[in-house]
């Protein structure tokens, strides 16, 4: 029998940031990025699963059901002190799970790397920023951040829309209300959570995952009707960010939406996790300002990724930080190695690393 409560001690000592339990096999934590069995823990049986899953769903009917009926569920729990961010899903008919442990503190926004560009953004009276990146590349800490300090620095309300919650923000100087997306939550699904929030008196509506055409559509609308909309998605760049945001529409309907992004978006950050030299993980920031020349890209016929890339490479002024520059200062600062630096990249653009890597050299030599 699996000492369920155990493992959740030992992760929390840890520093874990996920806990795996997958039957057949013997519990995992990622800590620092490395999967780490859990050497005193039996290989985990079909039984040992099902009572993790009676554990984890506690009764809930409810919940059960959604299980039962669709073979996934997004939840959350609590166990000593800590929130846990809960994913059960199934593999030969068995259920697994995949498990979050969320800090009980919220880093700084100037701790995490991100850059001040994104912060003075947030001062935009209305339209889009999106934050960026991959499963696990700290979207929801940056994002989180983020409104920590709106909530710290300006006088708003901030209506934030979370499937499942995971930090819980107290008002300060804003006053901020967060609703949980799903099945027995405060709202069904995100596109009605966001159309709603047009009669809920808000100036920032947080979507925490944009992920299909209506909620796209209510998030443009929201920002259209004057309030600030900030919104992650999963893409591996800015430049994919506006293919993907198009891509979620018809071709009759593209050209329409793209002159709607144009006047709308306001910022994009793409963000990657790497493991520094330290042993620490190190943010590599990706930062698209959508000036006049990045919106004539957007509004062109064919969205070219490389001609944004481009664009956002030659807008360094205005607070745009292009990919290769961001890991090129990680690899002159120690940070990274040049392997790490390197893989980060195509290779037709190492040639290009290898020349802002002499750049900042000779600059930080002055």
């Given at each position: 029998?699996?000492?369920?409560?155990?493992?959740?001690?030992?992760?929390?000592?840890?520093?874990?940031?996920?806990?795996?339990?997958?039957?057949?096999?013997?519990?995992?934590?990622?800590?620092?990025?490395?999967?780490?069995?859990?050497?005193?823990?039996?290989?985990?049986?079909?039984?040992?699963?099902?009572?993790?899953?009676?554990?984890?769903?506690r009764g809930n009917i409810e919940k059960d059901n959604v299980y039962k009926?669709?073979?996934?569920?997004?939840?959350?729990?609590?166990?000593?002190?800590?929130?846990?961010?809960?994913?059960?899903?199934?593999?030969?008919?068995?259920?697994?799970?995949?498990?979050?442990?969320?800090?009980?503190?919220?880093?700084?926004?100037?701790?995490?790397?991100?850059?001040?560009?994104?912060?003075?953004?947030?001062?935009?009276p209305q339209g889009l920023m999106l934050v960026t990146g991959k499963t696990?590349?700290?979207?929801?800490?940056?994002?989180?951040?983020?409104?920590?300090?709106?909530?710290?620095?300006?006088?708003?309300?901030?209506?934030?829309?979370?499937?499942?919650?995971?930090?819980?923000?107290?008002?300060?100087?804003?006053?901020?209300?967060?609703?949980?997306?799903?099945?027995?939550?405060?709202?069904?699904?995100?596109?009605?959570?966001?159309?709603?929030?047009?009669?809920?008196?808000?100036?920032?509506?947080?979507?925490?995952?944009?992920?299909?055409?209506?909620?796209?559509?209510?998030?443009?609308?929201?920002?259209?009707?004057?309030?600030?909309?900030?919104?992650?998605?999963?893409?591996?760049?800015?430049?994919?960010?506006?293919?993907?945001?198009?891509?979620?529409?018809?071709?009759?309907?593209?050209?329409?939406?793209?002159?709607?992004?144009?006047?709308?978006?306001?910022?994009?950050?793409?963000?990657?996790?790497?493991?520094?030299?330290?042993?620490?993980?190190?943010?590599?920031?990706?930062?698209?300002?959508?000036?006049?020349?990045?919106?004539?890209?957007?509004?062109?016929?064919?969205?070219?990724?490389?001609?944004?890339?481009?664009?956002?490479?030659?807008?360094?002024?205005?607070?745009?930080?292009?990919?290769?520059?961001?890991?090129?200062?990680?690899?002159?600062?120690?940070?990274?190695?040049?392997?790490?630096?390197?893989?980060?990249?195509?290779?037709?653009?190492?040639?290009?690393?290898?020349?802002?890597?002499?750049?900042?050299?000779?600059?930080?030599?002055?």
């Amino acid at each position: 029998m699996i000492n369920i409560e155990k493992i959740f001690d030992y992760a929390i000592q840890k520093d874990a940031s996920d806990i795996h339990f997958i039957c057949d096999n013997k519990p995992m934590l990622r800590i620092l990025r490395d999967l780490i069995q859990v050497e005193e823990s039996e290989v985990l049986t079909i039984e040992d699963m099902n009572e993790i899953y009676d554990y984890l769903v506690r009764g809930n009917i409810e919940k059960d059901n959604v299980y039962k009926k669709t073979r996934k569920l997004d939840t959350s729990m609590e166990y000593g002190g800590k929130r846990f961010r809960v994913n059960i899903s199934s593999s030969q008919d068995v259920p697994l799970f995949t498990l979050r442990i969320i800090k009980e503190e919220l880093p700084r926004f100037e701790e995490l790397g991100v850059p001040d560009i994104v912060r003075r953004m947030t001062y935009q009276p209305q339209g889009l920023m999106l934050v960026t990146g991959k499963t696990n590349s700290g979207k929801t800490t940056t994002l989180n951040a983020l409104i920590n300090e709106i909530n710290e620095t300006q006088n708003k309300k901030i209506l934030t829309l979370e499937s499942p919650i995971e930090f819980k923000h107290n008002s300060k100087k804003s006053i901020i209300v967060q609703k949980e997306v799903g099945i027995g939550g405060d709202s069904l699904c995100y596109s009605d959570g966001v159309k709603n929030s047009l009669r809920e008196d808000c100036d920032i509506v947080v979507v925490g995952e944009i992920r299909d055409k209506e909620t796209m559509d209510a998030a443009i609308e929201t920002a259209e009707a004057g309030h600030l909309v900030i919104g992650t998605l999963h893409t591996k760049s800015c430049a994919e960010t506006i293919d993907r945001m198009i891509n979620f529409y018809d071709i009759s309907d593209q050209q329409t939406v793209q002159y709607l992004i144009a006047s709308l978006l306001k910022l994009v950050i793409s963000q990657r996790l790497l493991k520094g030299i330290d042993g620490r993980l190190v943010l590599v920031p990706e930062v698209m300002v959508v000036d006049n020349i990045v919106s004539g890209l957007i509004r062109k016929e064919k969205i070219s990724v490389s001609e944004i890339e481009d664009a956002i490479q030659s807008n360094l002024e205005k607070g745009s930080i292009g990919l290769i520059n961001s890991i090129a200062e990680l690899f002159v600062d120690e940070k990274i190695t040049l392997e790490q630096a390197k893989a980060q990249i195509e290779e037709k653009n190492i040639e290009t690393l290898n020349r802002t890597i002499m750049q900042l050299r000779i600059k930080k030599n002055k």
